[in-house]
């Protein structure tokens, strides 16, 4: 649907230096739908931005092995007096262009000028040079740091990169003021630029000095070499939508103020004419090939010695787009940022397009309509990449000031994402009929219309185009994965609530069971396909015919479907369950339900922490509770009790009994059961005995002086119980301290910070043993799960604790440094929504796929013996299980591809059933398809899962630059195949994946891949087994925080979310910040008295209590809406969020930036801007 050549909006756009190609200077080309302006005669000034903050430096990228350490140097700038003199030699003037190329003009010396097609005597003398805007985040340049913890830094320069031909079209008018000067054929001289406006200012960050990493191989990576790609030849365009050229391309220096007419360089009009095509000679000027005169100029006094010398990138970041989609008017929106207009740089803002003011945004500069204005006063931003100026130097923090580097509010948004998202797609039903359409957002709250393919909310899909091949799969590296989470719970929670939906409808076929392929066992679905009348159906997933059963025979309507197809589940619907007969159950024996069993530490350290009183006081109401299907009868769960340290005491329950009965084990090291009957009761059963040993048990243990305690007899003795019931179950432990007592399981205390960022930190993640992995193993076959609840002063060894409940299917809760005030809510709270919630037990869950493709790499809290088979001893609401596909076959666009995901479990009411997910996705055979469907949050939830699995095995730092190279490859493939030939100065991203950068660099930034010096090794264990059995919607906002502005808090709605960044604090302000895990109440040191009374009843700064867990109820309608959203946010997560308040310039302030993710973070990671730089260098390595 695209026109073969691109004509181009400026001929002068091929780049004549190989070093020119936009290295410090960024262009966005983002695919969005159809906008209604533009004007074919666009051009776009771009010129480099200055050099005071460089994170990167101009080379390549090394991916394949570890980077030397380099420490950071600061420099001053360049004084005003070698400005002067660099300048003086200069010919400026307005004359014709020379022979050599258009706007091109090579100098007789062997030391070019920057530009020969001016001329003028004397360089321009200011009488006042402001500092430069910046967008870095507003903080003092860092000290000098080892560059160990910062991966994206150094390296050495790149190979020569051909530049990108384009088609000229000889009638396409120029519009500029002047004829526009490229980067210079040898990058010796430094660029104006840089040189006309540098006031003496704080030191500029140099990047570290260029050197060849050495290569190391990559062992967990197993993809397609890099691309090599030389040049962009014209070539029809495939991509989905006309590009949006967002030309921010470079950020220059200063923009005086004092000078609001035209630049001083510009002594004309600007002329409009057609510019003709370039001769051949001309076009093979600006291919030059790498020769003896392109050298690097010795460093500029002042700076180190590997500081790169920055050039004027001109034409390079021309962005060149064509409005030819169908005869459609023009249906790009470009934005003109002549950025230089008031400080006499190169571009001469244009004058008004014939028949267009230019769009014009309350608030904002109204771009391209008349002669350039004045800068306008600060004014309000609207969250849109697409249309946000850069921010005038008199709206920067003083730090600000300092740097001058991309514009934040220029670079894909989040934020503007979700709200686009959500105003899209919220107001009408998705229907799941439309095989191939990608869903709305995890953020957006939206209903479902289930017509054949499974909800979103229990399937989503990487892609919902798939490539037909596995070479082309390779090529595009995007990765080919659903998250499944089977027992979902509808619908989600949200604040205002779409109606309910109904729960998968239950079909029972009796005695004879649900209705099967002959051959590959797939189960009746809508993609089956019946022939004969009726009396046959062909299998979707192998094409296998197999007769229908006489008791399900139907006939066939018209279009060759049932008659009774909307009557069936089975036959219409996406999602539904089966009752499952005697032959799905062990030994062909119905199952008894389930029962849960209470493991209580009572060592001395949970005595003292208050752990051990809590838990006994709630359990007395919390065993009301227990999970059942039909609310009005009692659950069927049957309970047990155990108390531990070095031996555990058994008690007996039974309701004859006036009191309880304990019974010790002490020799652990053959753990057995000491009673059957009393162990296991009802609840309704034994209330009045279960009570008592609760009250007794803190009394008991108040004054124990036993410290050790055991693990793994805990896990033997809740097996053996289970065993003897024959029943499957759950294990609920209670465990405070790292079990060093002579018990099988015993382990030692192996934190040893040094090993971080070594070779041999993946040690630290793997269990010290393999006795709970076998441990692990019993516990699945008998359908045990367990949940462990941790209460840590110190080193537990997570990594090995944690095995068995990631193997069983279970979870594990983490609360460091106990205290019952202020942690009590907490725990409380997760112990009733793990007691409560919906689960199966005794699960095994097989994922099927049409000819093609195959499952073939699983990601979750599971165990499998067999490569097919996922056993899950428990599965609760919470749990996903991600699955990867890769090719066996050629798929066809015809029929598409196909999965069904059936779990069989144990219903907490003792029936066994079968869980039945469909998903019917598209494939494509061209990539610009594969592109347009994709969705990057479940993209990022797979990566990360990817990536903290690899770290058990490779060196973190590996594993991060494989990501990098990952998504590179993504991007460059998407650059190279589907965007229209541009400048190597854009960065051009796919509509559906433009957030993949900053979601990228918040995954490589977690404290899993990236500690920072207080990260606990228990911590990162912990978060590694959290994230391994996330939903979508979960890993979106532990890797993206929601930050809300509290200043208005009218009506139902939330108020818009704000970028993830310091910048966007406002000091008068108050912000909620939610990452899945916490709540933080940031408030700045100027709040206004009426908000700080309205939210926590004093009016003044310095009264707020910092250590307060819950806000005060007070009666005014900004505190209860503040405290109902708070409530809303908790209800969505399957943790409890605590509540932090945290005050400006705190200590506590520390841990809310460290949650800033588009902030350079204190352990080394890079900021949003500089990874997005980072990224856009390694696209360009890899086209070249």
Not at 272 to 294: K, V
Not at 336 to 343: G, Q, V
Not at 662 to 683: E, K, Q, R, W
Request: aromatic share 8%.
């Amino acid at each position: 649907s695209f026109p073969s050549k691109a004509v181009a909006a400026n001929p002068v756009s091929d780049l004549s230096s190989p070093l020119d190609l936009g290295n410090c200077s960024l262009s966005l080309s983002l695919f969005a739908a159809p906008l209604p302006y533009l004007h074919a005669s666009t051009a776009f000034v771009c010129v480099s931005r200055s050099p005071v903050s460089q994170p990167y430096s101009h080379g390549a990228m090394n991916l394949s092995g570890p980077h030397p350490s380099y420490s950071q140097q600061y420099g001053a700038p360049p004084p005003m007096q070698q400005v002067t003199n660099q300048m003086s030699g200069m010919q400026i003037g307005s004359g014709p262009p020379t022979s050599v190329g258009p706007g091109y003009a090579h100098h007789p010396s062997s030391q070019p000028p920057i530009s020969a097609a001016y001329s003028s005597a004397a360089p321009p003398s200011y009488t006042q040079a402001p500092p430069p805007l910046s967008a870095a985040p507003s903080q003092p340049p860092p000290p000098s740091e080892p560059a160990a913890s910062q991966p994206y830094y150094g390296g050495p320069p790149p190979p020569q990169q051909q530049p990108f031909p384009s088609a000229h079209h000889p009638s396409q008018p120029f519009v500029s003021s002047s004829p526009y000067l490229g980067p210079p054929s040898q990058p010796q001289a430094p660029p104006v630029s840089q040189q006309q406006s540098f006031p003496p200012g704080p030191p500029a960050q140099q990047p570290f000095p260029n050197s060849a990493p050495p290569p190391v191989s990559q062992a967990s990576y197993s993809g397609p070499p890099p691309l090599t790609q030389h040049s962009f030849p014209p070539s029809s365009q495939s991509g989905p939508f006309p590009p949006i050229s967002i030309s921010p391309s470079q950020y220059p220096g200063p923009q005086p103020q004092s000078q609001p007419g035209p630049p001083p360089f510009h002594s004309g009009p600007s002329p409009r004419g057609p510019i003709p095509p370039p001769s051949m000679s001309q076009q093979q000027a600006n291919h030059l090939p790498p020769g003896p005169m392109q050298q690097q100029q010795p460093p500029q006094p002042g700076m180190q010695g590997g500081y790169p010398t920055q050039q004027n990138v001109g034409p390079g970041c021309l962005g060149r787009h064509v409005c030819q989609l169908m005869n459609v008017s023009p249906p790009c929106r470009v934005y003109n940022r002549s950025i230089l207009s008031s400080s006499g740089a190169f571009g001469q803002p244009r004058g008004p397009q014939p028949g267009y003011a230019g769009p014009h945004y309350p608030g904002q500069q109204n771009y391209g309509a008349g002669p350039a204005p004045a800068p306008a006063p600060p004014a309000q931003k609207r969250l849109d990449p697409d249309s946000i100026p850069s921010p005038q130097a008199s709206e920067l923090p003083a730090v600000q000031k300092s740097r001058h580097r991309i514009d934040p509010d220029a670079i894909p948004s989040p934020i503007q994402v979700i709200e686009d998202d959500r105003v899209n797609k919220s107001s009408e039903p998705f229907t799941t009929g439309v095989k191939g359409q990608a869903p709305p957002l995890v953020t957006t709250n939206f209903q479902v219309k289930d017509q054949g393919n499974a909800s979103p909310r229990f399937i989503r899909c990487t892609a919902y185009n798939m490539p037909c091949t596995a070479d082309m799969a390779k090529q595009s590296q995007v990765p080919l994965a659903a998250v499944i989470k089977p027992l979902a719970m509808l619908p989600l929670p949200f604040l205002d609530p779409p109606p309910p939906q109904t729960p998968p409808y239950i079909v029972d076929h009796g005695d004879g069971g649900p209705i099967r392929c002959n051959r590959c066992k797939a189960y009746m679905c809508p993609y089956m396909q019946f022939i004969e009348g009726g009396r046959r159906f062909q299998c979707g997933f192998c094409s296998c015919v197999t007769e229908v059963p006489p008791h399900y025979f139907q006939h066939l309507d018209h279009t060759g479907k049932r008659v009774d197809c909307y009557d069936r589940p089975e036959l219409s619907q996406g999602s539904y369950e089966f009752v499952a007969t005697v032959d799905y159950c062990k030994n062909n024996k119905l199952p008894q339900p389930p029962s849960f069993i209470f493991f209580i530490d009572v060592s001395y350290n949970a005595v003292k922490s208050g752990m051990v009183n809590i838990v006994c006081q709630e359990l007395k109401t919390l065993l009301d509770y227990l999970p059942r299907e039909n609310p009005e009868a009692d659950s069927v769960v049957r309970v047990g009790f155990v108390t531990y340290n070095k031996v555990l005491h058994f008690y007996n329950v039974k309701s004859s009994l006036a009191q309880p009965q304990m019974m010790v084990v002490s020799d652990v090291s053959d753990m057995f059961l000491p009673l059957l009957d009393g162990f296991l009761v009802g609840v309704n059963d034994s209330r009045m005995v279960i009570e008592s040993l609760l009250d007794q048990i803190p009394e008991m243990f108040a004054d124990t002086r036993e410290t050790e305690t055991v693990f793994g007899p805990v896990i033997q003795a809740g097996l053996e119980a289970l065993k003897a019931a024959d029943c499957a179950g759950k294990l609920f432990v209670f465990h405070s301290t790292l079990p060093i007592a002579e018990a099988p399981g015993k382990l030692k205390n192996r934190e040893d910070k040094k090993l971080v960022g070594t070779d041999k930190e993946k040690s630290l993640f793997q269990p010290q043993s393999g006795f709970y992995s076998n441990l692990s193993k019993e516990c699945v076959a008998q359908g045990c799960c367990v949940d462990l609840f941790l209460f840590p002063n110190q080193y537990v060894d997570v990594a090995t604790l944690g095995v068995v409940p990631v193997s069983t299917g279970g979870s594990v809760y983490k609360y460091t440094y106990f205290q019952a005030e202020t942690d009590r809510e907490r725990f409380l709270n997760d112990l009733r929504r793990d007691v409560q919630k919906p689960m199966g037990f005794d699960a095994v869950m097989r994922v099927r796929t049409s000819t093609g493709i195959r499952a073939t790499d699983f990601f979750g809290s599971f165990f499998m013996s067999n490569t097919t088979d996922v056993e899950l001893a428990g599965l609760d609401c919470d749990k996903t299980v991600t699955v990867e596909f890769r090719h066996d076959d050629k798929l066809s666009e015809d029929t598409g591809a196909l999965m069904q995901c059936a779990v069989l479990y144990t219903s907490c009411s003792g029936q066994r059933r079968l869980r039945v997910h469909n998903m019917a996705v598209n494939c494509c055979s061209q990539l610009a398809d594969l592109y347009r469907n994709c969705e990057t949050d479940t993209i990022i939830n797979f990566f990360s899962k990817y990536a903290y699995r690899s770290i058990l095995n490779t060196p973190t730092k590996t594993v991060r630059d494989t990501m990098v190279n990952q998504c590179a490859q993504i991007l460059a493939c998407y650059r190279k195949n589907c965007a229209s030939p541009s400048s190597a100065g854009q960065l051009i991203l796919p509509e559906c994946m433009k957030l993949l950068p900053v979601y990228l660099n918040c995954v490589l930034k977690s404290d899993v891949l990236q500690p920072g010096a207080d990260i606990s090794l228990d911590d990162r264990a912990y978060l590694r087994q959290l994230l391994s059995c996330m939903d979508v919607s979960e890993s979106h906002i532990f890797f993206y925080p929601r930050l809300l502005p509290l200043v208005k808090l009218d009506g139902g709605s939330l108020p818009m979310a704000v970028r993830n960044s310091e910048e966007r604090l406002s000091k008068g302000g108050v912000y909620l910040l939610e990452t899945g895990l916490h709540l933080f109440l940031w408030v700045g040191a100027n709040a206004q008295q009426e908000l700080l009374s309205n939210i926590f009843g004093t009016p003044t700064f310095s009264q707020i209590d910092p250590n307060m867990t819950s806000l005060p109820e007070l009666d005014n309608p900004f505190s209860q809406r503040l405290r109902e959203i708070i409530d809303s946010f908790r209800s969505q997560r399957s943790r409890y969020m605590k509540l932090m308040v945290v005050k400006q310039e705190d200590k506590a302030e520390l841990i809310f930036k460290h949650f800033l993710c588009e902030d350079k973070s204190t352990s080394g990671g890079a900021s949003y801007v500089d990874f997005l730089c980072h990224m856009h260098k390694e696209i360009r390595q890899l086209l070249s």
